[in-house]
């Protein structure tokens, strides 16, 4: 397993211009081939300014259709440019769909708000935020009024006097055409948004697409069925009290009313909660926890490929047994390999974490090592080891600029982060150290593919890089990551140490030595078993864990690959880990009790 910090260079670098994804550019063609259809033909429902339709189509066609032309013919194009087209083809047809009144641009708004966010790519922290709080004030609001409107059937419904039905009624109608489609398409515009430009994606966590599809299911209602009995509950109403007759007498319509916005207000509060929660690991504390535990699983897999990549390294594909598609990763993760001698070692994945048929890792061999290195590159296609994971104590943030700063086979885990980022236009640099440029593994496709952004600097040839000056000129709120050997690691942070507004985010080969620093005994309360162990100076919290529950995970024992994290329900820990960065270490919701114990005299843990 290996460790990045990613630093800000002296000199910035041109960020690249923003290049169209394929699918971006069709919807974009789509979209434009919708609206001409959509001019030619009648509207679905009668318009506010039905003069207004056909030349706002024509102008919505021919500003998609420019836009996709403009990104297609024009690798250059400026982002500003492409962000500022988008965003009047979005408003655009919101105001076709609200202003004018056509129904069809309602729907269409789902077609255009998705490519003109693919063109925007992933955003960075500052706009994150403000599409995440636009989401949360429209949901509220159309929480709000859903809330609103089903206290509103429940009045009507049995309230003493039909009058009272007639006015509730018609102030329901009120609010379901003017304030809640304005509520409704907020929220789900603003999703659909947050989901192409963020890792969130819609179908990628279950979470996600539980929320997408109460939110297509309410507007199906809505549109299906539920305006229609709100009208005609409206009608009966008034007939009722023109008549002389009670609210008692109101039929089915009124219960389809209550129970229409009843189970869509229900629907919607689950969303929130699910928007709350996060389920599936993704809460802060969870993101942790969750991964850690579910990568205790091991998996059978099969040696699919090696290859040599560098003098030294080799490159080794690995494909599950059966044909079931092997776990989701994230760029920063690594997974434990169990090898036929029964040694776990961690190394970190490469390649592409949307192909899941595969596990991509490169292994240096190391004579002198503890021997796992050497067995790796003795596989040979078609044998037969153990995976377990994959874990990402390693994953990329979000953040103005980056710089990596890779020693030897501590490139592994930057190459999918690399990768993200450059389809991101984010501004990075890496600088890759190494004994020779033939030992170097990727080092002719990185100069290759990023020749303006990577810098190698071959220990043969090139004298050692000033990492204090790339820390120091490191622009405000940076992220610095860095992986490779440990005097690499403490260079960059002693240096990070001088910009407490940088951040550093290391992953290291090996343990440093906190482990062996001064111990004290203490007590560890297992909460679920309610057994209680004393810890003595000599012995590690995860042996005296062991001995209650010898199914707790673990690998590496020694503080760095997190399979051991185990949550704490009471006490403060002793983090002594390699696992937490810099900024976590005094949290108090986690340890990994293979190296780390207690500052307490007593800590409770959910074991």
């Not at 259809?37 to 066609?61: H, K, R, S």
């Not at 080891?385 to 103005?400: E, S, T």
């Not at 910009?499 to 007590?523: I, L, W, Y």
């Amino acid at each position: 397993m290996q460790t990045q910090t990613a630093v800000r260079p002296a000199t910035r670098p041109a960020r690249p211009p923003a290049r169209p994804a394929t699918g971006a550019r069709n919807s974009l063609v789509g979209f434009a081939i919708l609206a001409l259809g959509a001019a030619q033909l009648p509207p679905l429902f009668p318009p506010y300014l039905p003069d207004a339709v056909a030349p706002m189509w024509y102008f919505l066609a021919a500003l998609s259709g420019g836009l996709a032309v403009l990104v297609t013919a024009w690798r250059g194009v400026p982002r500003p440019l492409v962000t500022t087209l988008g965003w009047v083809l979005i408003i655009a047809t919101v105001l076709q769909a609200f202003a004018i009144g056509d129904g069809a641009a309602m729907f269409a708004t789902w077609l255009v708000v998705p490519a003109v966010s693919r063109l925007a790519g992933q955003l960075r922290p500052g706009p994150r935020k403000a599409l995440v709080a636009a989401h949360a004030v429209a949901a509220a609001c159309w929480v709000g009024i859903a809330l609103t409107i089903t206290a509103m059937a429940v009045v009507a419904m049995t309230t003493g006097t039909i009058e009272t039905s007639v006015t509730t009624y018609e102030l329901m109608t009120v609010f379901d055409i003017t304030l809640l489609p304005w509520a409704n398409f907020a929220t789900v515009l603003t999703g659909l948004a947050l989901g192409v430009t963020t890792g969130w994606g819609l179908i990628r966590y279950y979470w996600v697409t539980i929320k997408l599809t109460i939110a297509v299911g309410v507007l199906a209602m809505a549109f299906g069925f539920l305006h229609d009995a709100l009208e005609k509950a409206h009608e009966e109403a008034a007939r009722l009290a023109a008549t002389g007759g009670t609210s008692a007498e109101l039929t089915g319509a009124a219960d389809v009313v209550f129970w229409g916005f009843g189970s869509s207000l229900l629907g919607l509060v689950s969303a929130v909660l699910l928007s709350l929660y996060k389920p599936g690991g993704k809460t802060r504390r969870g993101r942790r926890l969750l991964p850690a535990r579910a990568a205790g699983r091991e998996i059978r897999a099969t040696v699919a490929d090696r290859r040599e990549l560098a003098t030294g390294t080799i490159a080794v594909t690995l494909r599950a047994a059966g044909d079931e598609p092997l776990p989701e990763w994230e760029p920063g993760a690594h997974i434990d390999v169990v090898l036929p001698s029964g040694r776990v070692r961690q190394y970190s994945l490469y390649g592409d974490p949307g192909d899941r048929g595969c596990y991509r890792i490169a292994v240096l061999n190391e004579p002198e090592g503890r021997g796992g290195s050497t067995e790796i590159h003795g596989l040979r296609a078609g044998m037969s080891i153990g995976i377990r994971g994959p874990r990402n104590n390693f994953p990329l943030v979000d953040a103005p600029a980056y710089v990596f700063v890779a020693g030897g086979i501590g490139i592994t885990p930057f190459l999918p982060m690399l990768h993200r980022l450059s389809r991101s236009g984010a501004d990075w640099r890496l600088i890759y150290r190494g004994r020779s440029l033939a030992a170097m593994a990727f080092a002719t496709a990185l100069r290759a593919q990023y020749a303006d952004r990577v810098t190698l600097l071959p220990g043969d040839t090139h004298s050692r890089p000033d990492l204090a000056a790339l820390v120091s000129n490191a622009p405000r709120k940076a992220a610095v990551y860095c992986c490779g050997p440990e005097g690499l690691l403490r260079a960059v942070e002693i240096a990070a140490a001088q910009r407490p507004d940088v951040t550093v985010h290391a992953e290291r080969f090996a343990a440093s030595n906190r482990a062996n620093e001064a111990a004290t005994p203490f007590q560890a309360v297992l909460r679920r078993s309610g057994v209680v162990v004393q810890v003595p100076a000599d012995r590690t919290l995860l042996a005296a864990i062991q001995e209650v529950d010898p199914t707790v995970d673990l690998s590496c024992e020694d503080g760095v690959c997190g399979s051991c994290a185990t949550r704490v329900l009471a006490g403060v820990p002793d983090h002594r880990d390699d696992v937490l960065q810099a900024g976590e270490r005094e949290r108090v919701d986690i340890i990994y009790p293979c190296v780390s114990r207690a500052r307490s005299e007593r800590i409770e843990l959910d074991v």
